[in-house]
């Protein structure tokens, strides 16, 4: 069990922090008062992380918020920026003593630097085998910890050896009266459990490889695991958007073809598609988000001197794209979810982009620029004889 002082943002962290900005900042508006929240918790992962670049714990930052204090409602410790680091696409060997420099101060002990790296290597290959978008995964981080302590062990076995000295202890004691198992118990704890998960990851793949096997090396039927069929699962919609606001294919020829009519970067395929894909995973129009990103940066031109910085975020979540500059996957996904929260509830009769309009943007007008430029790009895509 870890202990509070692992733990750095609580969800009672973030209701205090709420019940005090509403209390001070009490006229200004709830749309203000989600920014300053937003940003107090930032600043407070941001502290706790690894000492890389600043764009790089954004990232971090914007992760972690939304994985652990979003999706999962738990409080967030060191397991979980440790597994945010290796889900990072970088194994250079500055990026990895940065993160050895951060767990060795997190655990109090110094880390042999090359069974770091190596360990690092392969919780990355372990974490690339789970699925995209899979929630963070702190067993990496409590793995580690039994790891440091078994490499200490070993290092101070090594040199007891080279003493001529009996590694061995005597008359029942510990020679590390802190630690909870003696130097004869750990190395056999945890080859028992090395055992019991490569086992039971031997029984995985059986499971899953047999029906591809010809029929004389498949398990006998009666020692098959009778594997208990899923209940279908009813399909529940992501938002109340109306049917003209939900997802639709549309002609990406054309798309992209009003993207370059605008000078847009996001005509670029590499940037569209993400778009595309964000508003198919969340049930929106396609249009709808890119017409959020021309009413928010006028779809980012290529002559702005900060496109390449402004096409991370050119919804201009969390205020705007110069205090929260993540990727442009990330930012789709918290855009494409923030219309789907704020689409619920809405009263019958009321425009759904003006209801949603309430808590994205602080300008009241926001959804009369989002409607034109959505019915605009819906007339030139979908009408074929248009120019």
Same mark, same amino acid.
């Given at each position: ?5 692992? *733990? ?12 005090? *900005?509403?209390? &001070? /900042? =009490? ?41 652990? +204090? ?5 409080? +967030?410790? =060191?397991?979980?920026?440790?597994? =945010? ?14 993160? @050895?420099?951060?767990? $060795?101060? @997190?655990?109090? @002990? ?13 919780? &990355? ?78 029984? /995985? ?18 020692? @098959? ?7 279908? +699962? ?12 939900? /997802? ?9 073809? /009003? ?19 964000? =508003? ?19 779809? *980012?031109?290529?002559?702005?001197k900060l496109a390449k910085k402004m096409i991370n975020n050119p919804f201009n979540v969390f205020h705007s794209y110069e205090e929260y500059n993540t990727t442009l996957e990330d930012s789709a996904r918290i855009a494409s979810k923030t219309v789907n929260k704020w689409s619920k509830d809405r009263p019958e009769g009321t425009d759904a982009i003006k209801w949603v309009n309430r808590k994205y943007? $602080? ?6 620029? *989002? ?6 790009? &819906? ?9």
């Open positions: 069990m870890r202990s509070e002082s692992a *733990v750095f943002l609580t969800p009672a962290d973030v209701r205090n922090i709420q019940h005090y *900005v509403t209390r &001070k /900042y =009490a006229g200004l508006p709830s749309e203000r008062h989600a920014e300053i929240v937003t940003d107090a918790m930032q600043r407070i992962v941001m502290k706790q992380l690894p000492a890389y670049a600043e764009e790089e714990r954004l990232i971090l930052t914007g992760q972690l918020l939304d994985e652990v +204090v979003t999706r999962q409602q738990i409080p +967030v410790g =060191a397991e979980h920026v440790f597994a =945010a680091c290796l889900r990072r696409d970088d194994t250079a060997s500055e990026w990895v003593d940065i993160l @050895r420099a951060w767990a $060795e101060s @997190r655990l109090q @002990r110094t880390l042999d630097p090359q069974r770091f790296s190596q360990y690092i290597r392969q919780a &990355k290959a372990q974490l690339s085998l789970t699925q995209d978008g899979a929630e963070l995964q702190p067993e990496q981080w409590r793995l580690l910890e039994v790891e440091t302590a078994l490499w200490e062990e070993r290092a101070a076995q090594d040199a007891m050896a080279g003493e001529g000295l009996d590694a061995a202890p005597t008359s029942g004691k510990r020679i590390y009266p802190d630690k909870p198992w003696s130097l004869q118990e750990r190395p056999r704890l945890y080859a028992l459990l090395c055992a019991i998960v490569l086992a039971a990851s031997f029984i /995985y793949g059986w499971i899953r490889l047999a029906p591809m096997l010809p029929q004389e090396l498949q398990p006998p039927v009666a020692l @098959r695991p009778a594997l208990p069929q899923p209940a279908p +699962v009813p399909q529940t919609r992501l938002n109340e958007l109306p049917n003209e606001l939900r /997802y639709a294919a549309v002609d990406v020829d054309r798309l992209t073809a /009003y993207l370059e009519a605008k000078n847009s970067l996001l005509a670029e395929a590499e940037y569209r598609d993400i778009i595309l894909k964000a =508003a198919e995973e969340f049930d929106i129009h396609p249009l709808l988000l890119f017409a959020i990103t021309g009413q928010e940066q006028a779809f *980012v031109p290529r002559s702005h943007a $602080e300008d009241p007008n926001w959804a009369k620029g *989002v409607s034109s430029i959505f019915g605009a790009m &819906k007339r030139y895509v979908e009408d074929s004889e248009s120019e």
